[in-house]
């Protein structure tokens, strides 16, 4: 079979354990048997961070400016047990932080419907994808006990000398306790416009609720930045067929949860801390979730939501057979490849990435299943695939002919 020509290149980000392991079956078996393409490949495998002092992260995310269009591994975030496991130099800060502020990104989460794999919320049959602002609000916020009756204040003391603005928190009686938390219109402004775009490249309704009318000054902001941002995109919103709804948030949780999915849930931070990992669960398994960073001026970076995989991994270690599901893994490339054929105006290149994920739905609609899945599956299904056994029952439907 004549291999597809991809254009430009594709950064690629390999990673650690189970995931490192099934990404090279990915890739031997389901990729570069059928594409012709360019990978500049950066090894982010726990001891090679650590070989180079994490240099290779800081190279990796500079490439995926230069090229736009980047695959990542699930990697290691090392804590202290992780330190003494691979003897490192130090514990290096997470990949995906480093990757995100080089990048000013914006992360989405994406689920992979499969129809015999039912989500818990019964009404959803489309994707609900939530963009999280991954900047301020509690994650940097100072914070304190109070101890005593006293009075607790904001002040802010402007840089140019001009006169200190005062306002009152609250007169404590007795203990209590007090915080203190900050955005910036820039950081807002991005995460509006890398939502707005992340919308109209998957033409899907685009949804923000915030506490307005609790909160008038701090999520009043967030809501007239983000009013004003898809003011400024009117035009390519209403080209793309996307509607935008401003809600509170309480009102945008009910509405989730009734709707039928396919919509693009813009959240604050803490929001989308919490409302992603409800989302996962309520679609099934980790192992279907997809995650994509997305830069204001429009570089991509796909990769699987889930970690690791580390309880698999130590089984596999041992010898033991495992059942990982590498969907997520697939999807990430997938996804990639899609982006830049799409981004080179190339349809076979993006052709040839969606027939794999058809492929991949197909198998699992066919009965062939990791156990995650299979737990959920409706109409049951009695057996599970192993990890390796899945990736060939895909591999030898993509080879058959294109009928
Ligand atoms: P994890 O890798 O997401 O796995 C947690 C559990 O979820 C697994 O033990 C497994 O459950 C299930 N699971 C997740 N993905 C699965 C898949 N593809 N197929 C089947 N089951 C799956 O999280 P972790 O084990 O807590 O973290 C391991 C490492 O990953 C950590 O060092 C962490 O720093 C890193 N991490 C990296 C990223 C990233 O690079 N984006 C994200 C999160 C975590 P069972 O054990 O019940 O089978
Ligand atoms: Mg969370």
Redesign the pocket.
């Known amino acids: 079979m004549a291999k597809i020509k991809v254009l430009n290149p594709i950064v690629e980000l390999d ?5 490192r392991i099934i990404w090279q079956m990915i890739k031997d078996k389901l990729i570069l048997p059928f594409l012709d393409i360019d990978l500049k490949y950066y090894d982010l495998g726990m001891k090679h961070r650590d070989d180079t002092d994490d240099k290779v992260t800081v190279d990796a995310a500079n490439a995926i400016r230069e090229f736009g269009v980047g695959v ?8 202290a047990a ?1 330190v003494r496991e691979y003897s490192l130099k130090q514990q290096w800060k ?3 932080g480093t990757i995100r502020s080089i990048l000013d990104g914006t992360v989405f989460r994406k689920p992979i419907i499969i129809k015999n794999i039912p989500p818990a919320v019964k009404a959803w049959h489309k994707p609900i994808i939530i963009g999280r602002h991954a900047y301020g609000d509690i994650y940097r916020n100072a914070e304190m006990i109070i101890d005593r009756p006293g009075l607790a204040e904001i002040v802010f003391t402007p840089a140019d000398g001009s006169e200190k603005t005062i306002v009152a928190i609250h007169e404590f009686t007795g203990a209590g306790v007090v915080m203190g938390m900050h955005n910036t219109e820039k950081s807002i402004r991005s995460f509006a416009k890398a939502c707005i775009n992340y919308a109209i490249s998957e033409k899907v309704d685009l949804w923000f609720g915030a506490k307005d009318t609790i909160s008038k000054q701090y999520h009043g902001f967030f809501r007239d930045v983000f009013a004003e941002e898809v003011n400024s995109a009117k035009e390519r919103l209403a080209g793309a067929g996307v509607n935008y709804r401003y809600m509170l948030i309480d009102d945008a949780v009910a509405q989730v949860i009734k709707s039928p999915g396919g919509m693009l849930w813009a959240c604050m931070n803490y929001d989308g801390d919490v409302m992603s990992d409800m989302v996962a669960t309520g679609f099934g ?3 279907l979730m997809t ?1 994509v960073l997305v830069s204001p001026d429009g570089k991509y970076e796909f ?10 991994y130590y089984e596999h270690l041992k010898g033991n057979p495992t ?7 697939i999807f990430a490339w997938t996804g990639a490849i899609a982006k830049r054929g799409e981004l080179d105006g190339t349809p076979d290149v993006v052709s040839c990435a969606k027939r794999l994920e058809e492929i991949v739905i197909q198998t699992v609609l066919d009965g062939i299943m ?3 899945l299979m737990l959920i599956a409706e109409p049951a299904v009695n057996k599970y695939a192993l990890t390796e056994e899945f990736i060939d029952a895909v591999a030898s439907r993509l080879k058959q002919p294109i009928s």
């Open positions: 990673g650690d354990e189970m995931t990542k591994c699930a990697t290691i975030t090392p804590n992780r997470s990949p995906n398994s980790l192992g995650s990769e699987a939501a889930h970690g690791t995989v580390m309880r698999h059942s990982t599901n590498s969907i997520a893994s990791t156990k995650d």
